[in-house]
C-alpha cells in the first residue's frame, strides 16, 4: 500500500521568505504522479504542481518548485517570495499511474501561514 | 481549467434522515468520480470511488448502506447520506476524472459541510 508523510504540521514564514515543505512517501509502483495541493480557507482544494515519476526534471509553476528524488521518495515543496495569499494548508499527495487504480493518497498536511 | 460543482455547499439536517449530495461536471465528462470525506484540521479520506454505470468501489470501513453513491451519467455523481447521526457532521468533498483530449487530471467540487442535529 502507499504512503504519504508529511513530517511538518505547521509553519510560519515571513512574506517574501522561501519556504520549503517536506513530503516523503512510500511505494513500490514504478510509475506514478505526485502532487501538491492547496487548501486556503475556503476549503476548495488547488493543484499547486504535479510531477510525473518518469521525468527526472523537477516541475515548476511560477513561484513554486518541487525537489523530486525518486531514490530517496522525497517530494519537497518550495515556495519563493511567499505571498501572504499562500497562506493554506498544503496536502502532499500520489497517485498510481494506473487506469482503474487512479485514487489519490493525501498526506495529513502542512498548515502554512504566510506572516505580514 | 475544468469545473467541478456541489450542491447543496451546505446543509444542516435532523438525526435520523437523509441528505443527498450533488457532484458535477460541468466542462468535461467524467468517466470516474471519487468521493472523500474531512474532518476539521485533518487530511481529505477517500470514501468511495464512483464509476459511470457500474457499483461503486468503497474503501475499507465505509459503510456502503449508508452512504449511497449514484453515478448515473458522466456528468453527475450523488452521494445520499441515510439515517445521518450527528458523527456524520463533516466535510464531504468529490473530485471528477477527466481523461479527454490528451489530459488526466482530477478536479475537486468546493465541498459540501453536513451539520447533524
Known amino acids: 500500500a502507499q504512503t504519504v508523510t508529511q513530517s511538518q504540521p505547521e509553519m510560519s514564514v515571513q512574506e517574501a521568505e522561501t519556504v520549503t515543505l517536506s513530503c516523503t512517501y512510500d511505494t513500490s509502483e514504478n510509475n506514478y504522479y505526485l502532487f501538491w495541493y492547496k487548501q486556503p480557507p475556503s476549503r476548495q482544494m488547488i493543484l499547486v504542481i504535479r510531477?510525473?515519476?518518469?521525468?527526472?526534471q523537477n516541475a515548476t509553476e511560477n513561484r513554486f518548485s518541487v525537489n523530486f528524488q525518486k531514490a530517496a521518495k522525497s517530494f519537497s515543496l518550495k515556495i519563493s517570495d511567499s505571498q501572504l495569499g499562500d497562506t493554506a494548508m498544503y496536502f502532499c499527495?500520489?497517485?498510481?499511474?494506473?487506469?482503474?487504480?487512479?485514487?489519490?493518497?493525501f498526506g495529513k498536511g502542512t498548515r502554512l501561514h504566510i506572516l505580514p | 481549467g475544468a469545473v467541478v460543482s456541489q450542491h447543496p455547499s451546505r446543509v444542516i439536517c435532523k438525526s435520523g434522515t437523509s441528505v443527498k449530495i450533488e457532484c458535477r461536471s460541468l466542462d468535461f465528462q467524467a468517466t470516474t468520480m471519487f468521493w472523500y470525506r474531512q474532518f476539521p484540521k485533518q487530511s481529505l479520506m477517500l470514501m468511495a470511488t464512483s464509476n459511470e454505470g457500474s457499483k461503486a468501489t468503497y474503501e475499507q470501513g465505509v459503510e456502503k448502506d449508508k452512504f449511497l453513491i449514484n453515478h448515473a451519467s458522466l456528468t453527475l455523481s450523488t452521494l445520499t447520506v441515510t439515517s445521518a447521526h450527528p458523527e456524520d457532521s463533516s466535510f464531504y468533498i468529490c473530485s471528477a476524472r477527466a481523461t479527454s483530449g490528451g489530459t488526466d487530471e482530477q478536479y475537486f467540487g468546493p465541498g459540501t459541510r453536513l451539520t447533524v442535529t
Open positions: 510531477q510525473e515519476a518518469y521525468k527526472q
Open positions: 499527495a500520489f497517485m498510481k499511474h494506473a487506469p482503474r487504480d487512479d485514487k489519490i493518497i
